[in-house]
């Protein structure tokens, strides 16, 4: 017994369609589901109690209802197998999982003064947390929301000065735009910012952007999404490790997975707890309940 668990607010409540189409699969097929929206579970490990026959949970929305999920779900606690589902906005996550199916994802987790977080693609601090600040306070979101959005981040960021601890070797950046730790290989709705990631690593990997002007900040951000960014190595710098100690000299917007924290000057980063996760798969569905 499957058991879809939809998130009618995600993308802008523009994930009917795909819940839609997911169900109407599942019919013709003839495989037994349970349907439920995020707001009438308020405790999966109970539900799933009460219904011992589910053995597999496609979770449907986009990196922000992932977030919430692994942030409010003991995850480790469920036998369950958790399927991803694209039906978001953002969804640089099933990015990363989708060419790979299968993950034993090591989750990360920031320990900030504004609180602590998990995350299983990515955090971040600085311009491009003031971005997704900028995204998820925009009311009319769609495709290009984070390429217009990017726009106002640049032009009202001013650059911090960022100090990163990495495995016990500091890195100094007067003047830094962000520092972006990445469990996945995507951030920003496709950008490849870290085209190496390894959710299943113990390494995490981040990008600095640092001492460039306000004029090229905006052209660099473009090469990112090819991976084009790496090649300019006297304004983007990449660190590899376990363990990250970030301190800045203001107050900066945070962001886990694109959900933002505020008033943040210090970030503690590494991995927590190990979960399997799928992208759903139409065909190994099938597949599987022939079985």
């Given amino acids: 017994m499957y058991l879809i668990i939809h998130n009618p607010l995600s993308f802008n409540r523009k994930s009917k369609g795909a819940t839609s189409r997911l169900v109407k699969f599942f019919k013709k097929k003839e495989i037994p589901f ?5 707001f009438k579970i308020d405790d999966l490990q109970g539900f799933l109690k009460a219904n011992p026959t589910v053995t597999d ?3 449907c929305g986009g990196d922000g209802t992932i977030n ?22 953002g969804n640089d996550t099933l990015r990363t999982l989708k060419p790979i199916k299968k993950a034993d994802v090591k989750l990360g987790r920031a ?4 609180g602590t977080v998990d995350f299983i693609n990515g955090c971040g601090i600085g311009v491009d947390a003031a971005i997704c600040h900028y995204v998820n306070a925009d009311k009319h979101k769609n495709k290009l929301s984070y390429f217009i959005n ?21 890195h100094e950046y007067p003047k830094a ?26 390494i995490f990997q981040a990008l600095v952007v640092h001492s460039i002007s306000p004029a090229l900040i905006s052209f660099l951000f473009m090469t990112i999404y090819s991976g084009l960014h790496l090649r300019f190595t006297k304004y983007v710098t990449l660190l590899v490790g376990k363990h990250f100690k970030i301190t800045c ?18 970030v503690d980063v590494t ?16 597949k599987s309940n022939q079985n």
């Fill in 177 to 202: 735009y962000t520092i972006a730790i990445q469990n996945g290989r995507y951030f920003g709705g496709g950008m490849k910012a870290t085209p190496d990631a390894d959710p299943q690593s113990d």
């Fill in 271 to 286: 991995k927590s707890k190990t979960r399997t996760f799928y992208a759903f798969d139409y065909a190994e569905t099938v």
């Fill in 249 to 266: 000299d203001a107050p900066q917007y945070f962001q886990n997975d694109g959900e933002v924290l505020e008033h943040v000057t210090t």
């Fill in 57 to 59: 949970i496609v979770y």
């Fill in 111 to 114: 320990v900030t003064e504004a």
């Fill in 68 to 89: 919430y999920m692994i942030n409010h779900v003991d995850v480790n606690a469920i036998k369950a197998r958790i399927h991803f589902f694209q039906s978001g906005s």
């Fill in 150 to 170: 990017a726009f106002k981040g640049f032009s009202s960021f001013k650059p911090m000065k960022l100090s990163v601890e990495v495995d016990g070797v500091l």
């Fill in 34 to 38: 349970i349907l439920r929206s995020t």
